[in-house]
């Protein structure tokens, strides 16, 4: 395989006529080329190891299937193994099933029924490898702008990227931070596992607000703390289930009053689940701990410092004129 100089350069042709997106592929091609991570050369060479495939994309099912099957699948996975660990997924490159730590179907399946994604250009903020842009170009999605700041992921993408060839999803080693400030008019922006790493949660929904178009959806997805404590917040003095940069979790009244004062309206709370040891946990794929071991072993209920342990919310709202219109 020759690893792409430009993976990038043929997005702008999804959504013509827009500078920022030239401008904003410049840059991120230019954070690839400049990056100094002290695996990149070791992910390049793995990346430069992949066999000659015929590029395909089977996207209908929960495991997007990509590319055609090779005749050496061990080989596969060594070289695939060389990008490790792989969280989200599940995921099947040449006819090699990778096993992720995140069972993202799960999650897909309490989004989807909720969504109309077709035609939309969609902007994924925290998109890991891709995972979830694929699912989106099967539910319709005109084209999906994934960012993420870790590097790996990217390099990750760009291995499916060989699988599936130029596919209108991208995941570019960027953050929201490095998106213009003037609207961008992105039919729906997903934010999914990011609020509650951000200093400032409500900078953080107020950006996004930015970046829709009037009428456009936000699709939120975050920690928040168990049904009893609504109105309350926790803010961990150290970590929350070992996690370092968690700074909030608040209670759901608290979260949908923060998205309404973003300018959000047509609020919707669609699910809260608690995060299982079965959708996420350490795999093949992903051989460092993972929830099981950010848990309380005598109480599943409390992280392993004493906090709540996680439950999930799943929200929509709309950027547009009207009432906060919360639905429950």
């Not at 969280?87 to 399946?109: F, M, N, Q, V, Y």
């Amino acid at each position: 395989m020759h690893v792409e100089l430009d993976p990038f350069r043929m997005l702008p042709q999804h959504w013509p006529g827009q500078a920022w997106v030239d401008a904003v592929c410049k840059l991120a091609q230019k954070r690839l080329a400049t990056n100094l991570h002290g695996d990149l050369p070791r992910w390049l060479c793995a990346l430069q190891q992949l066999p000659d495939v015929q590029v395909q994309a089977s996207l209908g099912g929960v495991m997007p299937v990509l590319g055609g099957e090779i005749e050496e699948p061990q080989a596969l996975r060594e070289t695939l193994m060389e990008l490790h660990p792989w969280r989200k997924g599940p995921l099947c490159l040449g006819g090699l099933k990778i096993d992720t730590e995140w069972r993202s179907d799960w999650k897909w399946a309490r989004i989807a029924p909720h969504l109309e994604l077709e035609g939309c250009r969609v902007l994924d903020i925290g998109c890991g490898n891709g995972y979830f842009g694929l699912r989106m170009l099967a539910a319709g999605a005109a084209l999906v702008v994934g960012i993420d700041p870790m590097l790996l992921f990217v390099m990750q993408w760009l291995a499916c990227r060989h699988f599936s060839g130029d596919i209108a999803n991208y995941v570019l080693p960027l953050g929201i931070e490095d998106l213009p400030a003037d609207p961008v008019r992105f039919d729906t922006v997903f934010s999914m596992g990011v609020l509650y790493h951000r200093k400032d949660p409500s900078h953080h929904l107020e950006r996004i607000h930015s970046l829709l178009r009037p009428g456009g959806t936000l699709v939120l997805e975050t920690l928040v703390l168990p049904e009893d404590q609504q109105q309350e917040e926790l803010v961990p003095p150290g970590r929350y289930a070992r996690m370092r940069n968690v700074w909030a979790v608040p209670g759901t009244d608290r979260l949908l009053k923060r998205v309404h004062r973003a300018g959000f309206t047509a609020i919707e709370l669609l699910d809260i689940t608690a995060t299982t040891v079965e959708e996420q946990r350490s795999t093949a794929w992903m051989q460092f701990e993972s929830l099981a071991e950010a848990l309380d072993p005598a109480d599943h209920g409390k992280t392993i410092e004493g906090h709540p342990a996680p439950v999930r919310a799943l929200l929509v709202a709309k950027k547009g004129s009207g009432t906060a219109c919360f639905k429950v």
